[in-house]
């Protein structure tokens, strides 16, 4: 237990379709940021959000987009699933003053 | 832009044995990190190191960063079966955090 929570665990989804995956994170981490890690790969930065507000990005287009909530939550959403998205997708925040953030469990996505 | 290196990116070890995995980074960075991954896991957080010069140490592990040389190591002392995992060292700057390829680690008896 983390105390950063994603869900669902795993998806299965269609090219062409739409999804939402959640994180939701302890309180007073107001920083949280989403990777994406396909198989045998290291974690990839997808963006980061402060505040509600995004705060740095990656190399992704823009049908990666985030939003954070002010109870602390927050969501990744990807138009236009292509079968390259098939990956566990990684939450990570942290508190103001944290060295590390803390990473949830992942979801495992996949698009057939 | 910010890349990270990471070699062997495959490891099998004896228990016992002694072994350092590196890590390279191609420009300045604020933080770097160590982490390992056990399979169908997340992330969990080995070691943080800020400046140059920076050890740090728990249990078998050891990591060590030179910002001159752009180099991070994790040195594993006395290897032990539950070390067998995934490593990955990653490079925070201006909130992008890059991450190395991993390394695979086995440790066989």
């Known amino acids: 237990e983390t105390g950063v929570t994603q869900s669902p665990t795993h998806l299965i989804k269609t090219r062409g379709q739409q999804v939402t995956l959640r994180c939701s994170s302890q309180?007073?981490?107001?920083?949280v940021s989403w990777y994406q890690q396909a198989l045998g790969q290291g974690p990839q930065f997808i963006f980061q959000?402060?505040?509600?507000?995004?705060?740095g990005r990656g190399n992704f287009p823009p049908r990666f987009s985030g939003l954070q909530f002010p109870n602390y939550s927050s969501e990744l959403n990807v138009n236009a699933l292509e079968l390259d998205d098939s990956a566990l997708y990684l939450c990570?925040?942290?508190?103001?003053?944290?060295?590390?953030?803390?990473f949830g469990s992942g979801t495992r996505l996949t698009v057939v | 832009e910010l890349k990270v290196e990471q070699n062997p990116l495959f490891l099998s070890m004896q228990e016992g044995k002694n072994y350092t995995i590196y890590c390279n980074y191609s420009?300045?960075?604020?933080?770097l990190y160590w982490y390992r991954q056990d399979p169908g896991k997340s992330l969990e957080s080995l070691f943080v190191?800020?400046?140059?010069?920076a050890v740090k140490q728990e249990g078998r592990l050891m990591a060590s960063l030179d910002t001159k040389a752009r180099l991070s190591t994790l040195h594993i002392t006395a290897a032990v079966h539950d070390l067998s995992a995934t490593y990955f060292c990653?490079?925070?700057?201006?909130?992008?955090?890059?991450f190395g390829a991993g390394t695979r680690l086995t440790v066989k008896p």
């Open positions: 990653a490079v925070e700057r201006d909130n992008d955090m890059r």
């Open positions: 420009t300045t960075s604020d933080r």
């Open positions: 309180s007073g981490h107001n920083t």
């Open positions: 190191l800020l400046s140059n010069g």
């Open positions: 990570a925040s942290s508190l103001p003053s944290a060295l590390s953030p803390t």
């Open positions: 959000y402060y505040r509600e507000e995004e705060n």
